[in-house]
T-cell receptor, first 112, second 113 residues
Framework: GQQLNQSPQSMFIQEGEDVSMNCTSSSIFNTWLWYKQDPGEGPVLLIALYKAGELTSNGRLTAQFGITRKDSFLNISASIPSDVGIYFCAGRDGGSQGNLIFGKGTKLSVKP | EPEVTQTPSHQVTQMGQEVILRCVPISNHLYFYWYRQILGQKVEFLVSFYNNEISEKSEIFDDQFSVERPDGSNFTLKIRSTKLEDSAMYFC???????????FGSGTRLTVV
């Protein structure tokens, strides 16, 4: 089946540093989404990307839909302690009825 | 901000028992989903539901699982005879269409003992 490879698995950074994480897939997607999950909570949508090459920002977060449609990255600038959590990429292909395939997540820890 | 509401937040059940997990999707949304997340692992698709029927389901969603939208506001997931490996967080989600990213609820933690 389709798989998403998300990296890195975890990151330990200092407050104020920039962060970058990415996802690659074995097949083409027509939607890429980035979610953040806090402990004991459901994933919260951060950014949605619908077109190859699209670059979208949400505050300090920026994500891009790769032009090959097989990858996406998420950048967080000037990290703060509340950025701590698990970040998941998720993709959707054209044949699905809307269901998403999730990456395994990137666990972000921020040292004040 | 509209929310997807799930109840209960935590359910403990004996192996072999039936459980029903409940969800109230966002009111003007038309597509509904159940996902699950085994502790420490990725979120996995179970089933999507549109127009009062299942649109798609994964291999995980076997004959022990069923979904229902009994009254136009609730969306339920039933597990007929729970197994230990059904222990997980179960997330309900809804969206207005198939294209946009959707909204997840806070989840129900199911523990099968």
């Amino acid at each position: 089946g389709q798989q998403l490879n998300q990296s890195p698995q975890s990151m330990f950074i200092q407050e104020g540093e920039d962060v970058s994480m990415n996802c690659t897939s074995s097949s083409i997607f027509n939607t890429w989404l980035w979610y953040k999950q806090d402990p004991g909570e459901g994933p919260v949508l951060l950014i949605a990307l619908y077109k190859a090459g699209e670059l979208t920002s949400n505050g300090r977060l920026t994500a891009q839909f790769g032009i090959t449609r097989k990858d996406s990255f998420l950048n967080i600038s000037a990290s703060i302690p509340s950025d701590v959590g698990i970040y998941f990429c998720a993709g959707r292909d054209g044949g699905s009825q809307g269901n998403l395939i999730f990456g395994k997540g990137t666990k972000l820890s921020v040292k004040p | 901000e509209p929310e997807v509401t799930q109840t209960p937040s935590h359910q403990v059940t004996q192996m072999g028992q039936e459980v029903i997990l409940r969800c109230v999707p966002i009111s003007n949304h038309l597509y509904f989903y159940w996902y699950r997340q085994i502790l420490g692992q990725k979120v996995e698709f179970l089933v999507s539901f549109y127009n009062n029927e299942i649109s798609e389901k994964s291999e995980i969603f076997d004959d022990q699982f069923s979904v229902e939208r009994p009254d136009g506001s609730n969306f339920t997931l039933k597990i007929r005879s729970t197994k230990l490996e059904d222990s997980a967080m179960y997330f309900c989600a809804s969206s207005p269409d198939r294209v946009v990213g959707y909204t997840f609820g806070s989840g129900t933690r199911l523990t099968v003992v």
